[in-house]
């Protein structure tokens, strides 16, 4: 199973919105609604930013949003800040016994 | 707070064998997933396999299969990623992380355990 394809890096302004894209197969993102997505810190830990596609955790500020259409999946963060610079995973339920993560992206704040 | 709290740093040498370990608590161990997942240096995460602590029910990714052993010891609410031999290629930093479901985001992850394997 590969890792679903992200772009290597995106950037954007303070107060900008940027998206992330995610793109798999019918057989993972476009199949199920289980995709989710990380932030990581350099040297951190990956922090859950979105789950089931769209839904947001607890503490995890309404600029962060998720949809999907077809087999992409995409990540939005508007009203971009400082502090959302790090690198955003998505990861989805690939039917069976399987998950995967895609290759990851890194968000540059201008 | 819900946390999980993997073992510290490890340095071995190739072919040595290693078993790290992570601690859950504050709660219901037995009823999340724990999966483990994989970074070596400067790259993407990469999903190794999943156990269900109140069954030992255990799903690796064929990436992983034969190369790694999950295991867990629901009495002291503690998950554990083993190696027999080691190799350079086993140089990674190694997440633990929980889930409701199998197929479910992982909510709470633990800080990580740097493996090196240098001769």
């Known amino acids: 199973q590969s890792a679903l394809t992200q772009p290597r890096s995106v950037s954007g302004s303070p107060g900008q919105s940027v998206t992330i894209s995610c793109t798999g197969t019918?057989?993972?993102?476009?199949?199920?609604?289980?995709v989710s997505w990380y932030q990581q810190h350099p040297g951190k830990a990956p922090k859950l930013m979105i789950y089931?596609?769209?839904k947001r955790p607890s503490g995890v500020p309404d600029r962060f949003s998720g949809s999907k259409s077809g087999n992409t999946a995409s990540l939005t963060i508007s009203g971009l800040q400082a502090e959302d610079e790090a690198d955003y995973y998505c990861?989805?339920?690939?039917?069976?016994?399987?998950?995967?993560f895609g290759g990851g992206t890194k968000l540059t704040v201008l | 707070e819900v946390q999980l709290v993997q073992s510290g740093a490890e340095v071995k040498k190739p072919g040595e064998s290693l078993k790290i370990s992570c601690k859950g608590f504050?709660?219901?161990?037995?009823?999340?997933?724990i999966g483990w997942v994989r970074q070596m240096p400067g790259k993407g995460l990469e999903w190794m396999g999943i156990?269900?602590?109140?069954?030992?029910?255990?799903k690796y990714s064929p990436s992983f299969q034969g190369h790694v052993t999950i295991s867990a010891d629901k009495s002291i609410s503690t998950a554990y990623l083993q190696w027999s031999s080691l190799k350079a290629s086993d140089t990674a930093i190694y997440y633990c992380?929980?889930?409701?479901?199998?197929?479910?985001?992982?909510?709470?992850w633990g800080q990580g355990t740097m493996v090196t394997v240098s001769s």
């Open positions: 992380a929980r889930s409701g479901n199998f197929q479910d985001a992982f909510d709470v």
């Open positions: 504050r709660y219901s161990f037995t009823s999340y997933w």
């Open positions: 156990i269900y602590p109140g069954d030992s029910n255990t």
């Open positions: 019918s057989s993972d993102v476009g199949g199920y609604n289980y």
């Open positions: 089931d596609v769209s």
């Open positions: 990861y989805s339920y690939a039917g069976g016994y399987i998950l995967i």
